[in-house]
């Protein structure tokens, strides 16, 4: 069983747990590589945004470098034309101003229907610009090695408020260069150029949300959504005072990946579970076929010194009254009952071999008829009467005389009397007690068989009625049995709706009590 057990941990147990440990592992990685994977994706939704207002500004820094260079923009008249209907078609623009790169005179347009009140004149333009001329003259540098950069600048208006103005330089068709100013309505470009933006990009799966630095004020998201909630946010490029965010609607990323992961590991628990299970199940399911093999084995050498023990006393006593060396008539007769009981007990012993093939095979057959415990008791302990006095026990006998009778099948009743009685004299120690008694409790009918003998320990008390069992420690080892008779007495009770109560001490006796039902005819057993 130890090799057994060995195998089954080196084949079954093992490998599941190495897998079990490589599963976990890999699960693990598997969903930070997920993790990843899902917020690289995040990045690339907030990229295409942040890129997307990006391009808007660029298309209108070209719209407005074709305005500065239109051959017919020469008088105020037309330029103030041109610009207006620009300021019209984009209204997120407040006002738009014009000046040249030494910052010197510079000319502004407001978009008329703008509600923000913005009013400036030259010398407040020049205030605001001059402090970042080393960015003018960046911009300068890098327009001349035709590249156009766009730089966000914070221009503080005549009522104290602080706009966002993009700044950058225009090239004239002359070679002169203008810079020009973008000033911005912040709410208006959010929600009317890139709400749309937004909400294609947000989906049915995701929310996207603008939020101003600092405050967690949302100024715009495509559904309800709290700020803290927004797992991956990335600075508007456009406006560095904002951020935009993206989250998921309803579980977050990390809580999907990791509701993910403890399903996996419940699988893989509950794998790991069942195999075991399963080892443990083959592991007792052997163990149990080689402890049958064993009593089987047992059962065989003492079955056979069961056989041999009257069959050599039957024809040693046989052999003696032959050759007719017994003179005396007592002498005689004792040798008759000797072989008159040892027959008997053979046949006994034959009986329950029989029978208990016949009840292991499903073809034992009872033969119910009304019956008294009574008299069943009497002829039993008849059989046992020479056997008794050879060995020294004088059995009390209390049978109720007001006893009814039962509907049971008298052979099996006497037989399961008998072992009994039989394991009552092979296993008393000095103490040569034997009862047996009757009776009626309620409205059942019972035999009870009580000896002073070796006793049954509690943890084998189930076990004694099990195929092939022995007690495993004690005189039982001393004393020669099949294994059957216990086995043979819980069958017999089964088949008549009975049952076994067992009292038992060790080292002071065991009281079997068999009890029956008192059934009538009509509701006899099958």
Do not use: C
């Not at 008998?418 to 040569?432: C, E």
């Not at 004393?479 to 709706?497: E, M, P, Q, R, Y």
Request: charged content about 25%.
């Amino acid at each position: 069983m130890k090799r057994l057990a060995l195998i089954l941990i080196l084949v079954v147990l093992l490998p599941a747990l190495f897998y079990s440990g490589y599963e976990l592992s890999s699960l693990s990685t598997n969903e930070q590589l997920m993790t990843s994977i899902y917020r690289q994706q995040l990045d690339v939704i907030l990229f295409s945004i942040n890129q997307y207002a990006w391009d808007v500004v660029n298309n209108w820094a070209s719209n407005i470098n074709i305005l500065v260079n239109e051959e017919d923009a020469k008088s105020k008249k037309s330029e103030n034309a041109g610009f207006s209907d620009f300021l019209r078609r984009n209204r997120a623009i407040e006002a738009l101003i014009i000046s040249d790169t030494g910052i010197q005179h510079a000319q502004y347009y407001v978009s008329h229907d703008t509600s923000s009140g913005v009013r400036l004149d030259e010398s407040v333009i020049v205030d605001n610009l001059k402090p970042d001329s080393d960015k003018v003259h960046r911009l300068i540098q890098l327009q001349r090695e035709q590249y156009r950069k766009i730089e966000p600048v914070k221009f503080r208006m005549q009522n104290g408020q602080e706009k966002l103005a993009l700044l950058f330089v225009t090239s004239w068709l002359q070679g002169d260069e203008k810079l020009a100013a973008i000033v911005l309505d912040e709410q208006t470009f959010i929600s009317q150029v890139l709400a749309n933006k937004l909400r294609e990009a947000a989906g049915n799966e995701s929310v996207l949300a603008v939020v101003r630095n600092g405050t967690d004020t949302t100024i715009f998201t495509t559904s309800p959504v709290d700020p803290a909630k927004l797992r991956q946010t990335k600075d508007l490029w456009v406006f560095p005072d904002y951020s935009i965010g993206i989250g998921l609607k309803g579980e977050t990323v990390e809580e999907l990946v990791q509701s993910r992961f403890y399903r996996n590991l419940s699988l893989i628990v509950v794998l790991d579970i069942v195999l075991i299970l399963g080892a443990w199940m083959i592991y007792r399911n052997m163990k149990r076929e080689v402890e049958l093999v064993k009593m089987k084995s047992d059962f065989v050498s003492n079955v056979s010194h069961e056989l041999r023990t009257p069959l050599s006393l039957i024809r040693m006593f046989a052999e003696t009254l032959q050759m007719g060396r017994i003179k005396k008539d007592e002498k005689r007769q004792e040798y008759y009952d000797t072989i008159l009981s040892e027959s008997e007990r053979l046949t006994r012993l034959v009986n329950n071999v029989l029978n208990f093939s016949k009840m292991q095979a499903g073809k034992k057959e009872y033969l119910f008829e009304e019956v008294n415990l009574n008299d069943i008791v009497s002829s039993v302990l008849g059989t046992f009467r020479f056997h008794l006095q050879s060995e020294g026990f004088a059995p009390q006998i209390d049978l109720d005389k007001n006893l009814p009778t039962i509907y049971a099948d008298r052979e099996a009743l006497a037989q399961a009397v008998m072992n009994l009685t039989d394991n009552a004299i092979k296993y008393s120690n000095k103490q040569k007690y034997l009862r047996v008694a009757t009776g009626i409790e309620g409205n059942k009918v019972f035999v009870s068989v009580e000896d002073h003998g070796i006793g049954i320990p509690p943890g084998e008390r189930q076990k004694i009625f099990d195929t092939f069992y022995r007690v495993s420690a004690g005189l039982v080892h001393n004393v020669k049995g099949s294994g059957l008779g216990l086995t043979l007495v819980k069958n017999i009770v089964d088949a008549h709706s009975g049952m076994i109560v067992l009292e038992s001490e060790p080292g002071k006796g065991s009281t079997f009590r068999l009890e029956f039902p008192q059934m009538k005819k009509t509701e006899l057993p099958p």
